[in-house]
């Protein structure tokens, strides 16, 4: 795995090309990496090694009636406890939300979900919410809707540039360690 500038000089899948259009629209510098499917978080460790930065575990999440849908980003040593976390957003019990919501609102499948995959919610149907521990972090690890890519982004320019574009202002939960 090597770790390059910006957008891949070759022609990626739709999703994956908007996501550089993004960024590059922002003018984010970013680093980004190829590699073979990642889809478990042993394997999204060692590209973590390579990045030097924190992956994720990006969860898409459901409430008990169906009505509204969550996309929770924790560090990847954190466990989501539903109960701990439906608490803090006076949620009814959380579940995970289905492969078909997730395609249909974030343009993403198992296993590459991301922030980014946000800006293909254009009818605001998910709620961003955020590990508040990830603001202590310097930079962010994340697909670019697509499990076979990885990206380094300062944390700085998640905050200030991306987010704000995306116009989905997270809710910051507490999510504890084993």
């Known amino acids: 795995m090597e770790l ?16 550089y259009d993004l960024l590059d629209q922002l003018n984010i510098d970013y680093q980004r990496i190829d590699h073979e499917e990642a889809n478990t978080m042993e394997v999204c460790l060692e590209i973590e090694k390579t990045l030097k930065s924190t992956i994720c575990k990006n969860l898409f999440l459901v409430n008990s009636n169906k009505s509204q849908y969550y996309l929770l ?8 406890k539903t109960k701990v976390i439906s608490k803090q957003i006076n949620s009814s019990r959380l ?60 944390m700085k320019d998640v905050f200030e540039k991306i987010i704000p574009s995306l116009h ?11």
């Open 4 to 19: 390059v500038e910006g957008r891949p000089q070759d022609k990626r899948i739709d999703k994956e090309e908007r996501v």
């Open 168 to 178: 989905h202002e997270p809710i910051f939960v507490e999510v504890y360690n084993e």
């Open 73 to 80: 980003m924790l560090k990847e040593n954190k466990k989501f």
């Open 95 to 154: 579940s995970f939300g289905s492969d078909e919501k997730m395609l249909e609102y974030l343009d993403i499948t198992p296993g590459s979900v991301s922030l980014l995959g946000l800006m293909n919610d254009h009818d605001f149907k998910v709620q961003l919410l955020m590990d508040k521990d990830l603001l202590q972090d310097e930079y962010l690890g994340c697909h670019p809707c697509i499990n076979t890519s990885s990206l380094r982004i300062k």
